[in-house]
């Protein structure tokens, strides 16, 4: 099989190769043999096969033929023997890679008492979860018996265990409503409530999420139809999911409860009850929740902590209790569910009151206060009740530090009621200052302290309404802030300082010296950051207020002359209040880190963020992005990575305000840079909901203005603002009345229109979508008529097939276009052209009507135009059209980006007098900024050429210099590398120039003798030397170069060397690059006097001979004579060349 000393190297087991083959053979035998091995490893990766009988396949690569029989018996046991190892070795790795082998490794690990290796244990666990993330992963555990094992790990009672059982559990339940329901049989829901109420405040997270996720899965389930296994497997799974809550509800008030388990079951009531959106129909669940378990949440809200044989509560709990109590009221639908709510509410609270003594009146006077938190209206109702705000006064009064703690805090929720606040402020003021003078106890004296804050708030921002005193409102806000500051308070006292001055910053004045202590707001900034989440709708209130991003309305004169003639109060605003002080409030803010408090706010996920709350910090976004100098900042401090989530969810109102300042940020900013990577998709469907017709106006504009920017960036982006359906929108806003929303739109599908779905738009039949741009682009306002003819310019790019609809849909559409020309703005006159352009190349009869008499007069002197700024020199190319006005060179990408503007500009040097450039198709251009570099003053340019990747400049002095690419030798410099920078042909330095021209990769250059030199590229014969491609092209029957008539003395000569057939005569040496200038050899007597080239071929006149042109096609690599002039009595005055033809200038001799 393989020759005696080969080499064992390769497969596992020392697969024979031989090591004298041929290298082309070998090669292919090595890669034979990879390939067979690849096959070998994935025919038997899949299962472990018996190794006996085994053959050797037919397809394996014999390196070399044996001449010794006992040397090949030899080595055909070595392959045998290679190949069986290879066997082994791929089941090996089979067993220790198979799924099956890793899970029960692991669980041995874990469930091994006698295993003592802590690390080995932690890397077994996370192991486990993250198989179990992955759905192959998760099927293999639960096929595996993989959830009694886990069952087993709970059972051991270790913390470790634990919670590795658990979230292995929350990844096999994930998404998958099968494996649930068999995980939740198999554990029982009791057991695994159960788990929520441990003291490990780890293990009941952990359980929490395993229940999220079983909720997730469930209620999927009920929205979503099955088929396959999946319908066979699942069951209804309404039954489990009020199993499980129901369970969650008696973990409630369960004495064994542990008190963060409680705020855990809370919150997931929370998430998993009420409905995700109103529009779901079915609200079942909830009104299940409040038949069965609402005595039960109003208990944990009614909860007394410092009460004897009151149930474990934390800081958090009453507010988890509002929050979810919150929820299921506004999740109800008519006033019958409302009423049912009530009177539960009712019930319980008298209940409490009438039969339970002190304890019961103090327990219903805190489930008051909890209500008050969270659904108002029925807090407010229960206040109603017979006796309870008597007892709040008297309980305010009395000596027990808890009774006073309760009542106070109960003062200060029932306070929102204008009615009931003037009922306090005249019967219980007294007393709130004597307990705040009085009480030995911080707590106690800060929420007094609260209570006249609240009070004398009452007037709101209205001026005139004072509650208090002159001055009264600035003693209490000062000592809100010496208690803020105070870091040596716990954090629970200090939230209510916040609270206080959440109703105290109403006040201008407050607003004011507020903003002035930086280190009262630093400090409820750190107190926003902190763990106690309770605090966020106070801090979020104070913002609102010190930025007055509240709702106002401007009051209409002729109702506020009708209110005081008729003696009504009218609402003054305070002088404080105007937009200059609120501006300076906002800049303050922001310097003291107003946005990066916000920012932490917002990624809380706590009950605590409401939607209320959502919608405040929405307010303050928009307030701190108001102005343009702001914005880049905020984004800085990640503002708008917080605004996407705002303004997805919340209230309408709050998704509203983060969308607006979403908007603003992206029409000032770049959202590239603003919202970068998938972020930026995610501002689209915001900016979309802007543009409803019930927002307004100004919110519509400005959603307008953003999505142009963001349908400016991508295609992907304007394909993410077609499926969102705003193109429908867009059109609508291009037929309003105001003209700011009309242009907007206008601008908006100029952007849009680079799609292709939105071209398809206007190509419609019986639409009038073209008409429309047609006549705005004639319309008197510029900037309607400059976004309407750029979106003609685009489509008339894009689609030739719309140029000859533009000529149908009115019949002034010629006197529109004339009016674009004529214009003096040159955006204007640039997009006229542009259309006129498109329409001339698309259609032949179109391009006759605007040539006629009265059109030419109009393009001939637009083109003409010499008024300052306006075009001197204009030449498109394949890519880009270069333009030259004034001092200033531009070039403007064709096709789409004729409306954006120009790719670069840079003004010319200032001073100079400005000439027409050579422009050229492809002409090079340095390709990084500065694009138009300044020479140097000693450089002193007499002629500028261009050919089609590099540049020929010929100096005053006679010196030339080129840059560019170099790859074909056009540079001159005796290689191929690219400059950037002008260089000195170093080969002609000292031999004064006269003239030069460059091709599309050659050059050449004209001495002031009359000597012609060539360098570059010569495929084509165009530097008169021997050409390979020629010579293997040349016909014999072609016209010799000898067969030209002797040119006369005395007149001009040509010298052309044309590509278009093979011509001349074999040569010994063939040059395809020429990287140094060569002097040609012309006639004996001959001085050329002009050159140009084109793409392939060079022209050049001599001062003696005068002639020019031949009568045939055939290409040379040999310069010649041309006696067409002569003969027509002509005598060459000039030469230019084209790509692919040459022009001649001559006149009668």
């Known amino acids: 099989m393989c020759e005696p000393g080969a080499q064992e190297q390769g497969f596992p087991g020392g697969i024979a190769r031989s090591g004298e083959q041929h290298a082309g053979e070998g090669k292919h035998q090595r890669s034979r043999s990879k390939a067979w091995a690849r096959a070998l490893e994935g025919q038997y990766s899949q299962r472990c096969w018996p190794l006996r009988g085994l053959v050797l396949p037919a397809s394996w690569p014999r390196p070399g033929r044996v001449t010794d029989p006992s040397a090949g018996r030899g ?86 265990a634990m ?109 998993v009850v009420p409905r995700k959106s109103l529009r779901d129909p079915n609200n079942s669940l909830t009104l299940w929740v409040i038949d069965q378990g609402l005595k039960k949440i109003l208990e944990v809200g009614g909860t007394v902590c410092e009460a004897p044989g009151s149930l474990p509560a934390t800081e958090n709990s009453r507010m988890s209790a509002a ?42 006077i805190q489930t008051a206060s909890c ?18 705000m008597e007892s709040v006064l008297a309980l305010c009064a009395s000596v027990r530090e808890v009774d006073q703690l309760v009542a106070v805090e109960a003062l200060i929720h029932a306070a929102d009621k204008a009615k009931r606040a003037s009922f306090i402020t005249a019967n219980g003021v ?207 401090q990640g503002g708008g990575k917080a605004l996407i989530p705002l303004s997805l969810e919340g209230t309408e109102v709050g998704q509203a305000k983060a969308a607006q300042a979403l908007a603003k940020i992206t ?101 009038d979508r073209l008409k429309l741009l047609v006549l705005y682009s004639g319309e008197d306002d510029e900037k309607l008529r400059r976004a309407a003819s750029g979106t003609l310019a685009m489509l008339t790019s894009l689609l030739p097939q719309i140029c000859g609809k ?55 002197g637009w083109l003409a135009g010499a008024l300052p700024g306006h075009c001197q020199d204009l030449l498109p190319s394949e890519s880009h059209v270069l333009l030259l006005r004034g001092t200033a060179l531009e070039a403007w990408a064709r096709g789409a980006g004729l409306c954006q503007g120009p790719s670069w500009q840079q003004q010319l040097h200032p001073g100079e007098a400005a000439r027409p450039l050579p422009l050229a198709p492809c002409g090079y251009m340095i390709p990084r900024p500065p694009f138009l570099c300044p020479l140097p003053p000693a450089l002193r340019a007499q002629k500028l050429v261009l050919g089609h990747e590099h540049v020929v400049l010929l100096g005053q002095d006679g010196t030339i210099y080129t840059w560019g690419c170099g790859r074909h030798g056009q540079l001159g410099h005796g290689g191929l590398e690219p400059a950037l920078e002008p260089r000195l042909v170093e080969a ?36 008169a030397l021997p050409s390979k491609a020629l010579a293997e092209k040349r016909a014999p029957a072609t016209a010799s170069v000898s067969q030209h008539e002797e040119p006369c003395p005395g007149e001009a000569e040509l010298k052309l060397v044309n590509h278009e057939a093979a011509l001349g005569a074999e040569a010994a040496d063939f040059i395809s690059i020429q990287a140094f200038p060569a002097l040609l050899d012309l006639p004996e007597g001959s001085e050329v006097s002009k050159v140009s080239c084109g793409s392939r071929h060079t022209a050049a006149v001599t001062r003696k001979y005068g002639q020019l042109g031949h009568n045939d096609t055939a290409s040379s690599d040999q310069p010649r004579q041309v006696g067409y002039f002569p003969a027509n009595g002509l005598t060459v005055e000039d030469v230019v060349c084209g790509p692919w033809n040459t022009y001649v200038g001559a006149v009668e001799k």
């Not at 292995?168 to 788990?195: N, Q």
């Not at 009359?1010 to 360098?1015: I, K, P, S």
Request: glycine share 8%; aromatic share 6%; with cysteine.
């Open 988 to 1023: 002609l330095h000292g031999v004064p120039m006269g003239d030069v021209a460059a091709g599309g990769w050659h050059s050449v250059s004209v001495s002031e003798g009359g000597d012609l030199y060539v360098w570059g590229w010569n495929e084509s014969g165009q530097l």
């Open 430 to 636: 007294t007393l709130l200052k004597n307990i705040y003078k009085c009480s030995g106890r911080d707590s106690i004296r800060i929420r007094a302290l609260v209570g006249l804050c609240k009070l004398g708030s009452a007037g709101g921002i209205d001026f005139s309404m004072k509650q208090f005193a002159e001055g009264s409102t600035l003693k209490l806000a000062k000592q809100c802030r010496k208690w803020l500051c105070n870091e040596a308070i716990d954090a629970g006292t200090r939230r209510w300082a916040v609270e206080g001055l959440a109703y105290l910053t109403f006040d201008a004045d407050v607003k004011e010296e507020f903003v002035e202590d930086k280190a009262a707001v630093q400090a409820m900034f750190q107190l926003a950051k902190s763990e106690d989440k309770s605090v966020l709708f106070a801090v979020a209130s104070t913002l609102v207020n010190c930025t007055n991003s509240y709702d106002h309305e401007e009051p209409d004169p002729q109702m506020l002359e009708l209110a005081k003639y008729a003696k009504q109060h009218v609402p003054e605003q305070h002088p404080k209040d105007e937009p200059g002080c609120v501006r300076r409030r906002v800049r303050k803010l922001l310097a003291a880190g107003v946005v990066s408090a916000l920012t932490c706010m917002v990624k809380s996920e706590n009950p605590a963020l409401t939607n209320s709350c959502r919608e405040l910090i929405s307010r303050v976004f928009l307030a701190v992005v108001e102005e343009a100098a702001d914005r880049g900042s905020v984004v800085a």
């Open 163 to 271: 919670l590795a059982a658990l979230r292995t559990l929350a990844g096999l339940c994930s998404g998958h409503r099968s494996r649930t329901m068999a995980i939740l049989a198999e554990l029982g829901a009791p057991r695994v409530s159960a788990m929520l109420g441990v003291e490990h405040e780890q293990v009941s997270l952990a359980a929490c999420n395993l229940l999220q996720v079983m909720f997730d899965a469930l209620k999927e389930g009920l929205q979503r139809d099955f088929r396959g296994k999946e319908e066979a497997l699942v069951l209804d799974p309404s039954k489990e999911l009020k199993l499980l809550i129901g369970h969650l509800l008696e973990m409630l008030n369960r004495e064994g409860t542990s008190a963060h388990g409680r705020d855990n079951i809370l919150n997931l009531l929370i998430k």
């Open 323 to 364: 929050v979810l109590l919150s929820k299921l009221y506004s999740d109800l639908k008519c006033d019958a569910e409302r009423e049912n709510f009530h009177r539960l509410c009712e019930d319980y609270v008298r209940s409490w009151f009438e039969g339970h003594g002190l304890a019961g009146k103090l327990r219903a």
């Open 667 to 767: 029409i000032t900013s770049n959202p590239d840079m603003a919202f970068p990577g998938e972020r930026i998709y995610e501002v689209v469907r915001p900016l979309v909901r802007l543009l409803h017709l019930h927002r307004t106006g100004l919110e519509n504009f400005e959603g307008l203005m953003a999505l142009t920017n963001l349908a400016g960036i991508s295609e992907r982006l304007r394909q993410k603002i077609l499926k969102e359906k705003a193109v429908p929108m867009i059109e609508g806003y291009m037929f309003e009345e105001h003209e700011l929303l009309r242009l907007a739109a206008t601008e908006c599908m100029c952007n849009m229109a680079m799609s292709t779905e939105v071209q398809e738009l206007f190509l419609a039949e019986g639409s």
């Open 371 to 388: 209500l008050l938190q969270g659904p108002s209206e029925a807090g407010n109702q229960v206040l109603e009740l017979e006796g309870i």
């Open 75 to 160: 080595s055909h046991c070595r392959v045998i023997e290679a190949v069986t190892n290879l066997f082994l070795h791929l089941s090996q790795m089979k067993l220790m890679s198979c799924t099956d082998s890793k899970v029960e490794q692991m669980f041995q690990i874990l469930l091994d008492p006698k295993e003592t290796d802590t690390d080995k244990k932690q890397k077994a666990a996370q192991n486990l979860i993250v198989l179990a993330r992955e759905e192959a992963g998760a099927e293999k555990i639960f096929q595996s018996d993989g959830v009694r094992l886990l069952l087993r790990m709970l059972d051991t009672g270790r913390e470790d």
């Open 806 to 860: 533009i000529t149908q849909v009115t019949a002034h559409w010629l006197e529109i276009l004339q009016a674009l020309l004529l214009s003096p703005n040159v955006e204007l006159q640039h997009r006229g052209a542009v259309i006129v352009l498109n329409m001339m190349v698309a259609d032949r009869e179109i391009a006759a009507k605007l040539m006629e008499r009265h059109g030419r007069l109009v393009l001939g």
